[in-house]
């Protein structure tokens, strides 16, 4: 079962103003609630994508290494290396 929490926001009246133009029959969203889940789901997205993004940019330039740069280990040295 999913667990929730209840969280106090205060806001600036300019951000309190561009809550309320996007919530009700004038926004996007039904209430405020679905709001902010909505923009917290989007910033989790973008973390996501970004640490992914710096994964296949480390494995970009490993892989572009020539090959005489790297060691041949075996999976013993590989293990011991990993548990130091």
């Known amino acids: 079962m999913a667990r929730t929490t209840t969280m106090t926001v205060r806001l600036s009246n300019s951000l309190s103003d561009f809550v309320a133009a996007n919530v009700g029959e004038a926004g996007s969203y039904e209430n405020v609630s679905e ?6 789901r989007r910033d989790k997205e973008r973390v996501e994508r970004d640490a992914f993004e710096r994964l296949r940019a480390e494995l970009e330039h490993a892989f572009a290494a020539p090959e005489s740069s ?3 280990l075996t999976a013993a ?3 011991a290396r990993n548990r130091a």
Do not use: F, G, Q
């Open 35 to 40: 709001y902010v889940r909505d923009l917290i």
């Open 70 to 72: 790297y060691d041949r």
């Open 77 to 79: 040295e590989v293990n």
